[in-house]
């Protein structure tokens, strides 16, 4: 069975610092890929998605990641983060055609002025 | 219009209750799930629905019964819950292979089982 893995459970930045999450699923066949965003009592928004083609996927509010097939992983980035970006951020996959989404445990950023 | 809607926002209910949460889009997606989220915890997978016929059911008690009467609609009815079902029950639409365009996910309804 396919599983996400998100190795910073809990990450604190200054603002105007870099931001790396890390994400790495299981499934060896054809994925996609997605980061979500879930604000403090608001509902999940998606940041990004990755299906096929150019493996650096441009989002919202500034994100990016990058999908390396050969390490399992899809890191997301974002080079100078601000206070409001303070959020839990989950990494989730699809495998094939199965429309079957899998959350990883989550990242919980807080931003300090 | 490209939201999911779900209703009610907040529901406190008791265990020998039933009740029903309810999920509407209308972006002419033909696959919805279900998605259960404890505090400080990812959604989880309870069921999916694909053109209205339910595909998966991720071994979810039959106290949660899960109804597609239409494309738009989806519908969670819920009976002799426990204290434990608390949680934040999300609903979400996307296309039926997949998401090619992502999954969107609604508010949610916070359920409080008394």
């Known amino acids: 069975a396919q599983s996400v893995s998100q190795h910073n459970h809990h990450v604190i930045l200054s603002e105007a610092a870099s931001l790396e999450l890390g994400c790495n699923y299981s499934?060896?066949?054809?994925?996609?890929l997605f980061w979500y965003v879930q604000y403090p009592g608001q509902h999940l928004q998606l940041l990004l998605k990755?299906?096929?083609?150019?493996?650096l996927v441009k989002g919202i509010k500034g994100f990016e990641a990058e999908f390396i097939k050969s390490k399992f992983s899809f890191n997301l980035r974002k080079p100078s983060v601000q206070w409001s970006d303070t959020a839990e951020y989950f990494c989730a996959v699809t495998s094939g055609g199965y429309n079957k989404l899998i959350f990883g445990a989550g990242t919980r950023l807080a931003v300090h002025p | 219009d490209t939201e999911v809607t779900q209703t009610p926002k907040h529901l406190v209910m008791g265990m020998t209750n039933k009740k029903s949460l309810k999920c509407e889009q209308h972006?002419?997606?033909?696959?919805m799930y279900w998605y259960k989220q404890k505090a400080k915890k990812p959604p989880e997978l309870m069921f999916v629905?694909?053109?209205?016929?339910?595909?998966i059911n991720e071994s979810v008690p039959s106290r949660f019964s899960p109804e597609c009467p239409n494309s738009s609609l989806l519908n969670l009815h819920l009976h002799a819950l426990q204290p434990e079902d608390s949680a934040l029950y999300l609903c979400a639409s996307s296309r039926p292979t997949g998401g090619e365009r992502g999954y969107t996910f609604g508010s949610g309804t916070r359920l409080t089982v008394v």
């Open positions: 629905y694909s053109y209205e016929k339910l595909s």
């Open positions: 499934y060896g066949g054809t994925v996609n």
């Open positions: 990755y299906f096929s083609g150019d493996p």
């Open positions: 972006m002419g997606h033909r696959a």
